[in-house]
């Protein structure tokens, strides 16, 4: 299973910008799908997750209201759409694939997905 993030770029605070993770293999539809996001110096940290189905959906209390994660399981790919960017937003994103069910704790943890991309810059102006 290989991951494939794109979108990123330098925006203006209050922009916005939509990332995209594209996935190989004929099995996307049966992982959980998961974006965090890196600064420099930081930790990486939970964004957004969502079920294998896209019936659940976790948020970071940091992004609620202001992003938004889907999926398309016909083009074994999965959104994050941000609105209202910040500076504080300046991050690497990554995607994470993997088996969990996404409205417990763990969904939120790096270490309970198996795969990775390689992360997209996201670069908020003030």
């Known amino acids: 299973v290989q991951l494939v993030e794109s979108g990123g770029g330098l925006v203006q605070a209050g922009g916005s910008l939509r990332v995209s993770c594209a996935v190989s293999?004929?099995?996307?539809?049966?992982?959980?799908m998961a974006w965090f996001r890196q600064a420099p110096g930081k930790e990486r940290d939970f964004v957004a997750a969502?079920?294998?189905?896209?019936?659940?959906?976790q948020y970071a209390d940091s992004v609620k209201a202001r992003f938004t994660i889907s999926r398309d399981n016909a083009k074994n790919t999965v959104f994050l759409q941000m609105n209202s960017l910040k500076p504080e937003d300046t991050a690497t994103y990554y995607c994470?694939?993997?088996?969990?069910?996404?409205?417990?704790?763990?969904?939120?943890?790096?270490?309970?997905?198996?795969?990775w991309g390689q992360g997209t810059q996201v670069t908020v102006s003030s």
């Open positions: 994470a694939a993997g088996w969990v069910n996404i409205v417990l704790p763990l969904a939120r943890i790096t270490t309970t997905y198996d795969y």
């Open positions: 293999g004929r099995t996307f539809s049966s992982y959980a």
């Open positions: 969502i079920s294998a189905s896209g019936d659940s959906i």
